[in-house]
């Protein structure tokens, strides 16, 4: 069984800054992409940003440079950086582990995070 555990959401006035952590627990040997996506009210869930083992990262076109994607391979969790916030990125922000293996062999695809709220507001 694999969990992943959001933290960080939160209110925030746009400009500001907030950082996401999500942690995976379950007896876990490796996990090659970890990502975040989002979903605001009344669309349909997007990719915000990925990363591989290897460190290799991705953007969706309307969080580049502003947003930072890290992992700690060691302690299987995954951040995200938040900066120059914009009301535009109210959403629920989901954390997702895909291609999973655990100790003993056991594979997982797209495990998803229960997620957490970021609401940016004046």
């Known amino acids: 069984q694999v969990q992943l555990v959001e933290s960080g959401g939160g209110l925030v006035q746009p400009g500001g800054s907030l950082r996401l952590s999500c942690a995976a627990s379950?007896?876990?040997?490796?996990?090659?992409?970890m990502g975040w996506y989002r979903q605001a009210p009344g669309k349909q869930r997007e990719l915000v940003a990925t990363i591989a083992t290897s460190g290799s990262t991705s953007y969706a076109d309307s969080v580049q440079g502003r947003f930072t994607i890290s992992r700690d391979n060691v302690k299987n969790t995954v951040y995200l950086q938040m900066n120059s916030l914009k009301p535009e990125d109210t959403a629920v922000y989901y954390c997702?582990?895909?291609?999973?293996?655990?100790?003993?062999?056991?594979?997982?695809?797209?495990?998803w995070g229960q997620g957490t709220l970021v609401f940016v507001s004046s």
């Open positions: 997702n582990a895909d291609r999973v293996t655990v100790v003993g062999g056991g594979r997982f695809r797209e495990v």
């Open positions: 379950g007896s876990i040997f490796s996990i090659v992409v």
